[in-house]
C-alpha cells in the first residue's frame, strides 16, 4: 500500500487549495479514507473522512463547511479546502486502515499567509 499526497503550497487567508492523495495497492471506494493534518508544536488531528461504499462523510468541527473530501474510480482521493485561514497551516497526510495496519503518505505542506 503507497499513499501519496501533493498539491499543498502557500496560498493566502481567505484562498483554496486542493490536496491529492494518489493510492496503489487498495480500492479507495471499498475503505474509509482518511485527512489528518499537524501543525508545528501539535498534535497530529484528524480533519475529514470519506466512508467506504458511499456511506457518506465526515469532517471536524474546525473545518465543516470550508473543506470537501472526495474520490474517484482512479484510486486517488482529494482534500478542497477553501477559504483557508492561518489556523489552516499545517501538514496533510492522507490515512488509510487497511488489513490491521494504519498507512500514512509523507504528507503535504500547506501554509496560510499573507
Known amino acids: 500500500v503507497q499513499l501519496v499526497e501533493s498539491g499543498g503550497g502557500l496560498v493566502q487567508p481567505g484562498g483554496s487549495l486542493r490536496l491529492s492523495c494518489a493510492t496503489s495497492g487498495i480500492a479507495v471506494s471499498s475503505l474509509h479514507m482518511n485527512w489528518f493534518r499537524q501543525a508545528p508544536g501539535k498534535e497530529r488531528e484528524f480533519v475529514a473522512v470519506i466512508r467506504a461504499g458511499g456511506s457518506g462523510t465526515g469532517y471536524a468541527d474546525s473545518v465543516k463547511g470550508r473543506f470537501t473530501i472526495s474520490r474517484d474510480v482512479k484510486r486517488t482521493v482529494y482534500l478542497q479546502m477553501n477559504s483557508l485561514n492561518p489556523e489552516d497551516t499545517a501538514i496533510y497526510y492522507c490515512?488509510?486502515?487497511?488489513?490491521?495496519?494504519?498507512?500514512w503518505g509523507q504528507g503535504t505542506q500547506v501554509t496560510v499567509s499573507s
Open positions: 490515512n488509510v486502515f487497511y488489513r490491521g495496519n494504519q498507512y
